[in-house]
């Protein structure tokens, strides 16, 4: 049995797409806890109409996504937890690819898989990651996470993974108060203490331009991220290409900075990833890359895409 979290503020337009991308799942052991998170419209009146039993509606104070999907995961039943954010949604097979990792491959913690962008009227896209599988199956264990995460996308997020209760428990949960990056943090901690299993096939639909626009992320002088992200390196210090992921969360915000007009900032966040891994040719490229899209208004995404067809 699996439990499905949905965190729900505001969402009366999209929740009722997610909760049908549930129900036509192949896979049908599971339950559906949507987390109302102090919603001021009618989205968990949307859901409740769907009178299903195995779907609950909690309702809570807004207190944030991580807020909401801890709640759902203290109100789980059961001990396999899949999250799924309201404007999102999984294709039929999605369950089924998860439980059958789970079967597969007992000693991991988290299952997870690909996943489309979708953005407006453009096609489904897959994730840019690099050629550095250490499995060459469709599915396997993702031993190199952090060297695949530090790429120009994420192997797998948040609508995209499930994880044993008892392990996301061990690590505290979602990091509550802060504005933004919970989801990148998460998993990053997940690797510090389990293995993950992994398909390559994409089995979710990660919609950029619904709920609050999840393409764009504050950036920050003083991110509280920071702290956490080197307390993962330390405790990580055995995990494959745990440098370049750290490295790579400070070029990450090297470019969203830049392309904020923050140029101080980002020659800060430079100088941060240089002191960590500074023999790293990605660096130079983003920063060159994102001037460039400073200056003429091309998207990075644009830019990276022509850049793989030479």
Known sequence: MISVVIPLYNGASYIGRSIQSVLRQTFRKYEIIVVDDGSTDNGAEIAGQFNQTNIR???????????????????????????????????????????????????CGVFGTSYYFKKADMPLREPILP?????????????????????????????????????????????????SGEDIITLARLQTVCDFAYSR???????????????????????????????????????????????????????????????????????????????????YTSLLVTLFSSVTGISLYDINRHLKKQ
């Open 201 to 283: 096939t994409a089995t979710t639909i990660y919609h950029l331009t619904t709920g609050n626009n999840k393409s764009r992320r504050p950036i920050l002088k003083d991110d509280p991220l920071d702290s956490m992200f080197d307390e993962i390196y330390h405790k990580a210090g055995n995990r494959k290409g745990i440098r370049l992921f750290i490295s790579s969360w400070h070029k990450r915000r090297m470019s969203g900075a830049i392309l904020a007009h923050k140029y101080g900032l980002g020659m800060r966040e430079f100088w941060k990833s240089f002191r960590i891994l500074p023999v790293q040719k990605k660096l």
């Open 57 to 107: 509606i909690v309702r809570q104070s807004n207190g944030g996504v991580s807020s909401a999907r801890n709640t759902g995961i203290k109100n789980a039943r059961y001990g396999l937890i899949a999250f799924l954010d309201a404007d999102d949604e999984w294709l039929p097979n999605h369950l089924e690819t998860i439980e059958r990792l789970y079967r597969k491959y007992p000693q």
């Open 131 to 179: 050629n550095g599988f250490t499995f060459n199956t469709p599915e396997g264990i993702l031993d190199n996470y952090y060297e695949l995460a530090s790429g120009t996308d994420f192997p797998m997020q948040t609508s995209a993974y499930a994880v044993r209760k008892e392990t996301i428990e061990s690590i505290g949960g979602f990091p509550e108060g802060i504005p």
